[in-house]
């Protein structure tokens, strides 16, 4: 018959993204006075990780098979790799 | 019907059972399949994303005079709607595995109710359901800036995915109400719920909070 699904981690990444959330938005607002530089690397930090937590335990990856998560994965590779030539290039244009 | 079939599908039996596979182990086809349909669906955002940090990273004005900032303390709110949804989603899909099918039911329903309440939002972000609100009203016009452009192509495509889902998710509930779904199947809704999620948390963050 059915098993017994523990919920427990469920509610702990819950009250991680939530956490995120606020830092997020806290590191944001102008009135803070983070400046540019460390306030996107920190924002994009945080969504990576958030984004990690959702496809790792929402998703259940975390459980599944090698094959499936590097089939998930490794094609994250490229557009990273595009993000990086592209909009550096596009930045590099602009204050050359 | 295999043992592995049984332990995947709770107290309903799947329809097309396979043997564990070397590699895949007991993922079925269809969940392979939704994981293979969302990378895809990931790259088009990915796509969408990357025009988006080319032309704001090639630009020397991204907020044009007249152009209203986006309501942070408003989207962040539907983001924590967002997230909550992706915890009741959680929940169905562990209904569903305990082969309880009345808090499958709940879940799902508060699921899709969270995603109502978003496209909600959303519409109120876009067009405002009070007179004089909205973005549309307070010059962000579609076509006549890049900051404008982009923020309605990417949020709009993510809003058709939150319709999408709504309604996949209504579907389900329905099925499931008449008892035509197993456990696999409210997994595999639920992957692509939480991949919605997963694609407002890096929007929020690339478009508006950067």
């Given at each position: 018959?059915?098993?017994?699904?523990?919920?427990?981690?469920?509610?702990?990444?819950?009250?991680?993204?939530?956490?995120?959330?606020?830092?997020?938005?806290?590191?944001?607002?102008?009135?803070?006075?983070?400046?540019?530089?460390?306030?996107?690397?920190?924002?994009?930090?945080?969504?990576?990780?958030?984004?990690?937590?959702?496809?790792?335990?929402?998703?259940?990856?975390?459980?599944?098979?090698?094959?499936?998560?590097?089939?998930?994965?490794?094609?994250?590779?490229?557009?990273?790799?595009y993000a990086v030539v592209l909009i550096g290039e596009a930045?590099?244009?602009?204050?050359? | 019907?295999?043992?592995?079939?049984?332990?995947?599908?709770?107290?309903?039996?799947?329809?097309?059972?396979?043997?564990?596979?070397?590699?895949?182990?007991?993922?079925?086809?269809?969940?392979?399949?939704?994981?293979?349909?969302?990378?895809?669906?990931?790259?088009?955002?990915?796509?969408?994303?990357?025009?988006?940090?080319?032309?704001?990273?090639?630009?020397?004005?991204?907020?044009?005079?007249?152009?209203?900032?986006?309501?942070?303390?408003?989207?962040?709110?539907?983001?924590?709607?967002?997230?909550?949804?992706?915890?009741?989603?959680?929940?169905?899909?562990?209904?569903?595995?305990?082969?309880?099918?009345?808090?499958?039911?709940?879940?799902?329903?508060?699921?899709?109710?969270?995603?109502?309440?978003?496209?909600?939002?959303?519409?109120?972000?876009?067009?405002?359901?009070?007179?004089?609100?909205?973005?549309?009203?307070?010059?962000?016009?579609?076509?006549?800036?890049?900051?404008?452009?982009?923020?309605?192509?990417?949020?709009?495509?993510?809003?058709?995915?939150?319709?999408?889902?709504?309604?996949?998710?209504?579907?389900?509930?329905?099925?499931?109400?008449?008892?035509?779904?197993?456990?696999?199947?409210?997994?595999?809704?639920?992957?692509?719920?939480?991949?919605?999620?997963?694609?407002?948390?890096?929007?929020?963050?690339?478009?508006?909070?950067?």
């Amino acid at each position: 018959m059915a098993e017994h699904v523990d919920r427990r981690t469920y509610w702990i990444v819950f009250g991680t993204l939530a956490v995120l959330t606020v830092l997020e938005i806290l590191v944001a607002l102008p009135s803070m006075g983070v400046p540019r530089t460390p306030k996107v690397l920190a924002l994009i930090a945080m969504a990576l990780s958030k984004a990690g937590l959702v496809g790792l335990f929402f998703m259940h990856l975390k459980h599944e098979m090698r094959a499936l998560k590097l089939t998930v994965a490794l094609p994250f590779l490229f557009p990273a790799l595009y993000a990086v030539v592209l909009i550096g290039e596009a930045g590099w244009r602009l204050i050359r | 019907m295999s043992a592995i079939a049984t332990a995947e599908a709770g107290s309903h039996p799947v329809a097309h059972a396979l043997p564990p596979d070397e590699y895949f182990g007991s993922a079925t086809p269809g969940k392979i399949g939704m994981w293979i349909f969302l990378l895809s669906d990931a790259f088009s955002f990915g796509g969408l994303l990357l025009a988006y940090g080319i032309l704001r990273g090639g630009s020397e004005v991204w907020h044009h005079p007249g152009e209203p900032p986006l309501g942070i303390p408003f989207t962040a709110f539907l983001t924590f709607l967002l997230i909550c949804s992706s915890v009741t989603m959680v929940l169905a899909v562990a209904a569903a595995t305990e082969g309880n099918r009345k808090q499958t039911m709940l879940f799902l329903a508060l699921t899709a109710l969270g995603g109502a309440g978003f496209l909600t939002g959303q519409f109120h972000e876009y067009f405002g359901l009070i007179p004089h609100h909205g973005l549309v009203h307070e010059g962000l016009i579609f076509g006549h800036s890049a900051y404008a452009s982009t923020f309605y192509v990417i949020t709009s495509f993510h809003g058709a995915h939150v319709f999408t889902g709504t309604v996949y998710i209504l579907v389900t509930l329905a099925r499931t109400a008449a008892g035509k779904t197993n456990a696999n199947d409210v997994e595999i809704l639920g992957l692509f719920w939480h991949f919605v999620d997963l694609i407002w948390i890096l929007v929020f963050t690339f478009v508006y909070l950067l």
